[in-house]
């Protein structure tokens, strides 16, 4: 059981690239969850999903893309890339039926770089 | 969506009882109090969640006030390996769910 699991984990663009990042879950949990961490903030969530098939908007959605085609995968898109988005990108997952508590798993963050 | 206020930083000792209180004055009737514990270079990590009263499990309780205004993190006998920034955050727990970040306390333990 990986638990949540991002890749790459490290990557550089230039200014104006594309690139998806991939968080994939072996729980079969139903919500996803991109989140975006600046230094010495705390998290921003970008994108969300309660289930297969259906994406929202969440905090910073700018300039950001998403697709939920498999219940297991989550992918963010950065379509062309600015400096703005240099950020550790964390992904996120829990239950949609949650017993006692709410709780959210991390994946271990893709640190990206925009130059 | 409520916002919440914790101190910047905080000092310890190891063996000490440390709390940790947040503010949130705007909570909202639907809303649950979550505290995450993050480690460098690492996604936060679930500690504890509340809705009202006193919650507690093996790592940490947490206290709530009647008027749920605000809340205290307890982390009993505390290591160095407590070290760590801690969220508290408010939200509403379902399908709409989100949460706002603050930039959380960050916790230092001293030998």
């Known amino acids: 059981n990986a638990g949540v699991t991002q890749t790459p984990k490290f990557r550089v663009l230039k200014t104006g690239q594309s690139m998806t990042l991939l968080c994939a879950q072996d729980?079969?949990?139903?919500?996803m969850y991109w989140y975006r961490q600046d230094p010495g903030m705390g998290l921003r969530l970008i994108h969300y999903s309660v289930g297969e098939g259906t994406t929202a908007k969440g905090e910073v959605p700018d300039g950001y893309n998403v697709s939920r085609l498999k219940k297991q995968n989550f992918l963010l898109g950065l379509e062309s890339a600015a400096p703005s988005q240099t950020s550790v990108y964390f992904c996120?997952?829990?239950?949609?039926?949650?017993?006692?508590?709410?709780?959210?798993?991390f994946g271990p963050g893709t640190r990206l770089t925009v130059t | 969506l409520a916002k919440t206020t914790q101190p910047i930083s905080m000092d310890s000792y190891e063996g000490q009882e440390v709390n940790i209180t947040c503010s949130h004055n705007n909570i909202a009737t639907n809303d649950y109090i979550t505290w995450y514990q993050q480690f460098p270079s690492q996604g936060p990590r679930f500690i504890i969640q509340g809705y009202k009263t006193k919650v507690t499990n093996e790592v940490a309780s947490l206290f709530i006030p009647a008027d749920r205004k605000s809340s205290t993190l307890s982390l009993p006998r505390v290591s160095l390996s407590d070290t760590a920034v801690y969220y508290c955050?408010?939200?509403?727990?379902?399908?709409?769910?989100?949460?706002?970040w603050g930039a959380g306390t960050k916790l230092i333990i001293k030998p």
């Open positions: 996120a997952s829990r239950e949609s039926l949650a017993g006692d508590h709410y709780e959210q798993y």
């Open positions: 729980m079969n949990h139903e919500y």
């Open positions: 955050l408010v939200g509403r727990m379902d399908s709409n769910y989100q949460l706002i």
